[in-house]
């Protein structure tokens, strides 16, 4: 087990992608941050904190993906997680996923299923805490805390303050 | 969760709560411009429907539907069975055509049971009724429209007063919903003639009261039954008349509830007899809000069921 961000680190990571999201954009005007849970919402809200702090308050919600997965027939039914689309809706908006870890694209090809559910934003970018590589799809990061390099035997474990008392990523080795 | 909802007994209390909270996520989803989501798909949902029904056949092909399943509809009338084929043959057909979840409504009690433990089928088996017994998603989307109504039980139902007013005796519902209310924690009366009893009500966690006028301003929530004509082969009250009397939601009643109370029906409903019009239009009443919160319910019991693989072990022969 070795931890590969601490608390400080991941602050940093977040306010930097908070930066980028601005530059890219040109601005915030038209940027909605979405939240895939259960961490991918927590890091939403603290990337659309610092936005606050940057520049201008943004428009923050969460995304919920269980009923779009292509793996629920090889698992136990899970729970379905809240999904809240802010009040102004993703039509022709700027849309930026969040979540906490980017490996097979599973989750965001998901995502991209729920968002076409929901509207039709004019675009859809990926933040991601970090990028541990191993991909089964043609899908990128546009906004990315740490690349880290792992075999795919191990495990890359994010916890955060709000659910699990501290904030820190770590790489545990594979059974 | 078991593999077949066939009874209330089959739900934890927690699970009772997981299927709720699932149709409350799958409501918001629903308010969107898509209503019909992918997770069933390739799925196949049998309705198997010996009695007739409007409302929850309806209600569980449209749920089927909307997560993308494939639904086949297969009534009595019209089929084999008026030629005299047994259940089993029935059975057998619908598993060789691959069904993933039969729906099951049944003039006889324990039918679904019988269903689920005969080795016939390997699908989950869904109670939508059998006999004078149990309507399991029936109760499931009244606790759903309840919580709706009174945020403040969401999480229990400890505290909340629900009368249960009309044919007991006959109502599969009404033994579906007091088994749900009281594992939620909910206080329930049952108020009907003492020939629309049933004998074993002292083995429920209930209260009975034969007079709905000493009660109906204590309850929060008010459940009025359909009388069961086509289940009274005797007479268990000397007329019509006289049961809306004693028992029915006329407007005077409906006037002396608290200001906060709701009433409920199962539908479909007979209006004049045990539910005068005024009442069952009027404000008080969610007998619409229950009829869509049944959509939502069994999309819930139908992902419960189906979205995820079978746990080893539990595929029959």
Known sequence: ?175 | MKKHLLSINDLTAGDALEILNTASELAKISDGPMKKLPTLRGRTVVNLFFEDSTRTRISFESAAKRLSADVINFSAKGSSVSKGESLKDTAQTLQAMGADAVVIRHGASGAAQRLADSGWISASVINAGDGTHEHPTQALLDSYTIRSKFPEFRESFDGLKVGIVGDILHSRVARSNVLLLTKLGAHVTLIAPPTLIPVGVTDWKVDVSYDLDSIINKVDVLMVLRVQSERMADSFFPSEREYSRGYGLDLARLNSLKESAIVMHPGPMNRGLEISAESADSHKSVVLAQVSNGVLVRMAVLYQLLGGAALAGEVSA
């Open chain 1, 1 to 175: 087990m070795a931890t590969v961000l601490d608390a400080g680190e991941i602050g940093r990571a977040l306010k930097r992608i908070a930066h980028e999201i601005i530059e890219h954009n040109r601005g915030l005007e038209n940027v909605v941050l979405l939240g895939i849970p259960t961490r991918g919402a927590f890091l939403g809200e603290r990337i659309a904190h610092f936005l606050g702090e940057i520049q201008s308050p943004v428009p923050v919600g969460t995304l919920d993906i269980t009923l779009h997965r292509d793996d629920l027939r090889l698992r136990p039914p899970r729970p379905l997680l809240p999904t809240l689309i802010p009040s102004g809706g993703i039509e022709g908006k700027d849309v930026v996923l969040v979540d906490d870890v980017l490996f097979s694209g599973r989750t965001i090809r998901a995502a991209l299923d729920a968002l076409g559910e929901i509207g039709r934003p004019r675009t859809v970018q990926l933040a991601v805490l970090v990028d541990r590589g191993h991909r089964e799809l043609p899908i990128r990061a546009d906004y990315v805390g740490k690349n880290i390099p792992t075999a795919a035997t191990e495990s890359v474990k994010v916890r955060l303050s709000e659910i699990d008392g501290e904030d820190s990523v770590e790489i545990m080795a594979g059974a």
